[in-house]
């Protein structure tokens, strides 16, 4: 059964750090796509990080660059988002995907076949 299970998410004052990670069971994160995705009530769901595993390029939606980054550990099949200099508007349940392959449009959920369930991050 393939899984991916996300953790760390909480809540914070503006200007703190959280950081999230995503592991998977039942899959190894291979020559594919992983991406942080976010979702805030009302909003749609959007990328926030994306990185190619296994030595590929990584992306991050304007809103989050220099503060947020996104890592791999192959030894322990995760994928990180370290958060910095949160703002109330980072508020949102996040989300782990993955995808086999390239990925045309990374921020198109459709192309991630597996999900998480998601953890919530609140800034306050």
């Known amino acids: 059964d393939v899984q991916l299970v996300e953790s760390g998410g909480g809540s914070v004052q503006a200007g703190g750090s959280l950081r999230l990670s995503c592991v998977a069971s039942?899959?190894?994160?291979?020559?594919?796509?992983v991406a942080w995705f976010r979702q805030a009530p009302g909003k749609e769901r959007e990328a926030v990080a994306s990185?190619?595993?296994?030595?590929?390029?990584?992306d991050y939606d304007d809103s989050v660059k220099g503060r947020f980054t996104i890592s791999q550990d192959i030894a322990k099949n995760t994928v990180d988002l370290q958060m910095t200099s949160l703002q109330p508007e980072d508020t949102a349940m996040y989300y782990c995907?993955?995808?086999?392959?390239?990925?045309?449009?990374?921020?198109?959920?459709?192309?991630?076949?597996?999900w998480g369930q998601g953890t919530q991050v609140t800034v306050s």
């Open positions: 990185i190619y595993t296994g030595g590929g390029s990584i």
């Open positions: 039942g899959y190894t994160f291979g020559r594919g796509c």
């Open positions: 995907a993955a995808a086999i392959g390239r990925v045309p449009d990374i921020q198109d959920p459709s192309w991630y076949s597996v």
